[in-house]
């Protein structure tokens, strides 16, 4: 069985419409990325996939206002829609991980 892990970030805006405290007001995050893939075989060029093709599925965020992407912008929904995203690009890997963590201490997992 291979694994393949591969991290990024972004720098993004957002708000929590209706949140009961400070983040209903915009504020801004780096936002770190965490794919992890496993696989039985590799592909026919030696990989379980193309680093590059998955780094363009959070790019699209960076230096965006997250709620124009999303009616609530929260690390679970964000997590989510780069899975849901890597899934489309990555359909011969059935066991993806995405965490995404809004700041050092909290993060978001789907799987």
Excluded at 39 to 53: S, T
Aim: a negative charge.
């Amino acid at each position: 069985m291979w694994e393949l892990g591969i991290e990024g970030s972004f720098d993004a805006a957002h708000h929590l419409p209706g949140y009961p405290g400070a983040c209903a007001k915009v504020h801004g995050h780096r936002f770190k990325v965490k794919v992890m893939f496993r696989k039985k075989e590799l592909n026919n060029m030696g990989m379980v996939i193309d680093f590059q093709e998955i780094k363009s599925t959070w790019k699209k965020y960076d230096h965006q206002d997250l709620n124009d992407f999303f009616e609530m912008p929260t690390a679970e929904n964000i997590a989510y829609a780069i899975w849901d995203d890597i899934v489309d690009i990555a359909k011969t890997v059935k066991d993806i991980e995405v965490t995404v963590w809004e700041s050092e201490n909290s993060y978001a997992k789907y799987y």
